[in-house]
């Protein structure tokens, strides 16, 4: 009520009404204040994160906070008149229309923001524009010596630095990859097994460097997860400058184009395309545009909390989601964020990159000299699950609504410039007869895809078009033959083998309709790329590369068509071998969202390998837990079939470095076996008791969204009022960065949550000690899965997967030499033939969960010490 009355300071309003259970909350949120004031600067969105990044003393507890939001708006409301503020130019500007938008803020800052003396000029005029180079000459063959490696990864650790012999013997081995090729089509290829603590990245970074410096080659470095990006960026700062002598920079990260801010639709947005709370949104965007280092709006430098504080998808309208891009045409073009790091990267002497993009990079590169040929994956463990999303085809009511607003544009009077192919070729259609028919045909066909409500019309069984027809049959079959119990809410499936008549019928007039837009997609293809070919006379440079970028992405829609009635046409045959097909009906919190026929390669490498190792000259896949933990000798056998080795037919090399920690002393592990599988009350009792015993610093891993929701309803608002809080995916409105964020800054605070979380938690200290596993990580067993398993060897198969899950989860635990904390599973069933997943001389021990809580409180070496006596534990040295 007090809310509603009159304007609170508040500390992220979304998150405070989720706690409060009131979503109406609003207010003066000082987030928003401290985006405006201080664009593109990191900020823990909790009052002590708010308190470090201004300056101010770190609240003690929850009723010092009221003042010290009082102090921070005080703060912030300084800054504005202060002459050195750093984000000053734009903010006079900014405000004047945050005023108009009727944003809060703008009232209490706007009197002390004094009126430049010259007019501020907008962002599309102050950006810098890139400049165009030259192609790059192909690297020179070198031979590296293995004493140039040594002193340069003696120069990146720094003088003095103890000399680390697994590191030493690491960066040599990783050279080997950078050696000249022998034969075409077989790179060298090299898998690195580099227990937590060796110093891996410096480790690959030394040849790297050396490499890129005597073949004026590049180098991409591919990640899984963002804050090794981040971590990334900050090491090759050993290696190279932030920029070259001609101003260039030597390190460049590369990502997804759906990743960075499309200054053509931030335009949109500040013209009028967005309105209400969307259109405060973007005035803050365009603040972090003009400060922002790359561009990069999802874990770059725009805080990851912002998009957040406003709900609706807001951030992701701001980025090029679609495709749409009109390339040279545009008028941001020579500014643009996303054709920046393009040419950039294709300066680079290391380009930093995630799986998914190298991937698609090599698969349908706009241009094949960029496509990367000295490839070093980290987290290389993630490499199969990457290809497998990536090689795969999946043909949904989504996927089908993505393409047909592709072609014709939105079908409602939507407000901004999302148009149509026929709007964007508009010069061309005037130009040549043929492709104005092309178009033409390509519109007419597209009528043929699903439309908006779909999904409304296949509930009410009056499906329009063959494509909503095929989906409506695939939605009733899948229902017809679901047999898996689960509970009303959760997506379902079903093999695509001995599928109804009307399935096929259905999935042969799709095809059709498919092929109806293929071919004069085809056509315009051919259109333009005569274009180019003679080209006329008002085709200037930029038209130029406007329809070559048209061609591009036509392509890759033509593919998507074959690929898709590729799909269809084996519906109603016999099985490929290759492949695994099934279809399905996504459904989440009981609301169906797609229906969807997908297809996977069984060996999702063999496409890897073709489409990126046989273009490749050197290939090092690298990880912590990239070899099975198992007690048989061939720890590498499975590393080796999912590296694609086998489909180049190389053999590749293999090196090993075990970490340096002391585990046996450092960490323990205890299986907790009285919380019996499915007694909800008793595991989120548990869970709370074991945080309250570590005080905080908890990583708690879920199997099920359902039960980490569950668990986290029944302990949160009591642990938080104990000063322990508790913060979890799936449930806070905060993105799973900030997540990971807020759990690092305070040593307090726990975090709960699935299976991301499960490698790409880098904590190190006293934030994480200890890591709860809520049972044995069993792989789920649909039928992708079930295919596999199969094919792999039945339960040897799920005894690899469970293994390589608890060494990633059990990695979290210990980073750095310093750390210690227990690792809790709470499962009275665990097989003792998964025990080999944790490090050699870990100390295992199966207790009840009293005695756990003992040994917690102890902490870890009590034991020995004989603090604590367990008096039933069963110990083991795996
Ligand atoms: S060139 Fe494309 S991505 Fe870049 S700003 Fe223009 S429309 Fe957006």
Known sequence: MAAADTPVLLLNAPLVASRLGYPDLSGLDLLEAFAFIHPARFCVPTPRGLAEALGLPVPENDAAVPELLQRAAGALVATCGDPEWFEREGAWSAVQSLERLRWPWAQVLRPHIAKPERAERWLFAKLPEWEEAGERPAPRQVDLSAEAVQAQLARLTGEGAEQREGQRAYAGDVARIFAPRSAPGRPHLALAQAGT?????????????????????????????????????????????????????????RKGRENYLCLLNLEDALQGGFAGRPAILAQLVARWGA????????????????????????????????????????????????ERAARDSAQADLVIANHALVMVNAARARDPNQRPTRLIFDEGHHVFDAADSTFA???????????????????????????????????????????????????????????????????????????????????????????????AGYGIETE?????????????????????IRVPLIRLGGRLEAILAEP??????????????????????????????????????????????????????????????????????????????????????????????????????????????????????????????????RAEVLIVTDIAKGDLPALAGAYARIIEACGGGVLGLFTAI???????????????????????????????????????????????????LRDGVDVPG???????????????????????RLAGGGSAYDDRIIRARLAQAFGRLIRSKEDSGHFIVLSPAFPSRLLSAFPKGTPVLR????????????????????????????????
Request: aromatic share 8%; glycine share 8%.
């Open 847 to 878: 207790v009840t969960l009293d005695q756990a809580l003992q040994r917690v409180r102890a902490g870890v070496g009590a034991a020995s010490s004989g603090d604590v006596s367990v008096p039933s534990g069963e110990a083991f040295q795996p």
């Open 496 to 516: 695509a083998a001995g599928l109804p008549g009307e399935v096929i019928e259905a999935a042969g007039a799709a095809s059709e309709a498919l092929a109806s």
């Open 393 to 487: 085809a999946t043909l949904s009511g989504q996927e089908t609504i993505e393409l047909r607003r592709w072609i014709m544009g939105p079908e409602r009077e939507a407000r901004g410039r999302r148009r149509g192919l026929a709007a964007r070729l508009a010069d061309v259609a005037s130009y040549d007869d043929a492709g104005a028919e092309a178009i033409a045909a390509a519109c007419k066909a597209g009528q043929l895809l699903p439309s908006d409500g779909w999904l409304q019309r296949l509930a009410e069984n009056a499906p329009f078009g063959p494509l909503e027809a095929l989906l409506a049959a695939v939605r009733t079959a899948t229902y017809a033959r679901d047999e898996s119990g689960q509970e």
């Open 766 to 788: 006293h934030s994480l000690r200890c890591v709860v596993m809520e049972q044995v990580p069993w792989p789920r067993p649909d039928i992708l899965h079930k295919a596999r």
């Open 706 to 756: 359902r039960r980490l929701r569950a668990v986290h309803g029944r302990i949160a608002d009591r642990l938080a009022r104990g000063g322990l809080p508790v913060y979890a995916q799936h449930v806070d409105p905060i993105d799973t960065g900030t997540l990971v964020d807020i759990f690092r800054d305070d040593p307090r605070a726990s975090l709960i949550g699935t299976d991301a």
């Open 197 to 253: 603590g060796i110093g891996k990245t410096l480790g690959y970074l030394a040849p790297a460097s050396v490499w890129a410096a005597s073949s004026g080659g590049t180098v991409w470095v591919s990640t899984f997860t963002k804050n090794l990006q981040r971590q990334l960026r900050a090491e090759s700062r050993r290696a190279w400058p932030a920029k070259r002598a001609d101003g260039t920079p030597p390190v460049v990260v």
């Open 536 to 665: 006329p006379d008002w085709l200037d440079a930029q038209g130029r590369a406007r329809i070559e970028g048209a061609r591009f992405a036509l392509a890759w829609r033509i593919d998507l068509l074959a690929a898709w009635e590729a799909l269809l046409d084996r519906l109603g045959g016999p099985a490929d071998p290759e492949f695994v097909d099934w279809l399905a009906v996504d459904r989440s919190d009981a609301r169906e969202f797609d229906v969807a026929i997908h297809r996977r390669w069984l060996d999702p490498m063999k496409p890897f390998a073709r489409v990126v190792l046989e273009p490749a000259h050197g290939v090092l896949l690298t990880s912590a837990t990239l070899t099975d933990r198992t007690e048989d000798d061939d720890r590498w056998a499975s590393a080796i079939q999912r590296s694609g080795a086998a489909h180049v037919e190389v053999a590749p090399l293999l090196s090993a470095a075990e970490s340096p920690f002391d585990y046996a002393a």
């Open 291 to 338: 400060y922002t280092r790359d561009g990069d709006m999802i874990g770059g430098d725009l805080p990851g909390w912002l998009g957040t504080l406003f709900r609706k998808r807001g951030i992701a309208a701001l980025t090029d989601q679609r495709g749409e891009c009109i390339y040279a045409g545009c008028p941001h073009y020579r500014k643009c964020f996303i």
